[in-house]
């Protein structure tokens, strides 16, 4: 974001809360995508996920009260909110601040009241993590501010937590993680169940990535995002009955006829099926990525998405248009990232290819759906800092 619109947002700050003789301090946080490993964040899996450079901006400054109080430019509100702390269903927004304090708290921490702003231009509802972005720079921002010292990597546990106890959904830990630890031009290998990472820079040649927004918000997301994990957990279990040593649903390596002796529902076995395909599809773009096999890193692609489609049923119409339409127009790879249900398409292809593709992609998504489409090229980028002003 411009600085010019952070010289607003602090006279913003100034102009709602006061001027008094400390200025608040301002932090960021970016979005980000994934480029494989989708849907295994809470099942111990590996996922590839990189900072973008779309942010969200939190203005912060002790209050010297017991109360604490947001104010979001997006939906021009304030509120103030003081313990015990609830959920507030009419202003959602401010439940992913309120959690993390709480989830500070939890841990041990005094947090004293505080005066936030917080602004943003990732796209809400798009899959690119606007919500884990305003957790991780709400606790990054109360750790610096008052001295706390929480690595980020449990900042990053924290906005979780929040997330998962707070808001309600039962979100793994790939956004907030790669939200805290991004680094410009890298992505993270991220093992789920240890937490360890490791970052990697692959050279794109003349090819890139870049995002399309289907524009498209299905508002049963969370509560399908939630009854995703719940058959991930089931088909676990009775896996385990026959098979004690499995630990998490990612390890399964059974045939396909073995995990269909275990007694699983339709669902159970989908789900299944697509954690132990999207563990080998893993391994083919890490390996492609790191070779300059493209048209492999594509392909896989293709198959996450068919597979997120199918088999975990998190896509819909208009994202499954996307892929099969971008398919059609031999681009290289394409898929659905993030929970589903709308938001964002990852396309992988040939530079030279975009200016065909794109004014193409507008004209039949209008013409089918009457809605309109997005590109989004984007740099990879710091993960959650202070920017001092
Ligand atoms: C959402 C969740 C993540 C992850 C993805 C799917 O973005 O917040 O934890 O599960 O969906 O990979």
């Known amino acids: 974001m411009d600085s010019l619109r952070s010289k607003e947002n602090l006279n913003q700050f100034e102009h709602i809360f006061g001027k008094t003789n400390s200025k608040p301090r301002m932090f960021v946080a970016p979005a980000r995508i994934n480029i494989i490993g989708e849907h295994v964040d809470y099942l111990g899996g590996i996922v590839l996920p990189a900072a973008i450079d779309f942010?969200?901006?939190l203005f912060l400054r002790p209050n010297q009260s017991p109360f604490y109080q947001f104010h979001s430019i997006t939906y021009h509100e304030t509120i103030k909110v003081e313990k015990p702390f609830r959920p507030n269903p009419t202003s959602p927004w401010t439940d992913y601040i309120t959690g993390v304090i709480v989830e500070i708290e939890a841990l041990g921490y005094q947090v004293p009241g505080f005066d936030v702003l917080v602004d943003g231009n990732i796209p809400q509802g798009s899959g690119l993590s606007s919500s884990?972005?305003?957790e991780v720079v709400t606790g990054f921002a109360i750790s610096e501010t008052f001295r706390l010292g929480i690595p980020k990597e449990q900042i990053a546990v924290i906005g979780q937590?929040?997330?998962n106890n707070f808001v309600?959904?039962?979100c793994g830990i790939m956004d907030q993680f790669i939200i805290a630890v991004g680094k410009e031009n890298d992505c993270i290998s991220l093992n789920t169940e240890s937490l360890?990472?490791?970052?990697?820079?692959?050279?794109?040649?003349?090819?890139?990535f870049y995002l399309v927004n289907s524009n498209v918000k299905h508002n049963l997301k969370d509560s399908a995002?939630?009854?995703r994990r719940q058959e991930c957990e089931s088909a676990l279990a009775k896996i385990q009955i026959k098979h004690p040593n499995i630990k998490q649903l990612y390890d399964v390596a059974l045939s396909e006829e073995e995990i269909r002796d275990c007694g699983l529902n339709s669902e159970e076995l989908k789900r299944t099926l697509h954690v132990v395909t999207e563990r080998e599809r893993t391994k083919l773009v890490i390996q492609g990525l790191e070779t300059n096999q493209f048209a492999q890193v594509g392909?896989?692609?293709?198959?996450a998405h068919e597979s997120l489609s199918k088999n975990f049923e998190v896509s819909c119409e208009e994202t499954d248009f996307i892929v099969s339409t971008l398919k059609g127009l031999g681009v290289m790879g394409a898929r659905m990232i993030g929970g589903g249900f709308g938001g964002c398409v990852l396309v992988l292809d040939k530079k030279e290819h975009f200016v065909k593709i794109?004014?193409?992609?507008?004209k039949s998504y209008q013409q089918k759906f009457n809605l309109a489409l997005d590109f989004y090229k984007f740099q990879i980028s710091d993960g959650v800092r202070e920017i001092s002003i």
Do not use: C, I, R
């Open 358 to 362: 794109n004014p193409e992609m507008k």
């Open 55 to 57: 942010s969200v901006q």
């Open 161 to 163: 937590k929040a997330e």
């Open 168 to 170: 309600g959904t039962k």
């Open 132 to 134: 884990a972005a305003l």
């Open 225 to 227: 995002y939630n009854k």
């Open 196 to 208: 360890k990472y490791s970052y990697h820079h692959f050279e794109l040649g003349d090819h890139e």
């Open 299 to 303: 392909e896989a692609l293709y198959g």
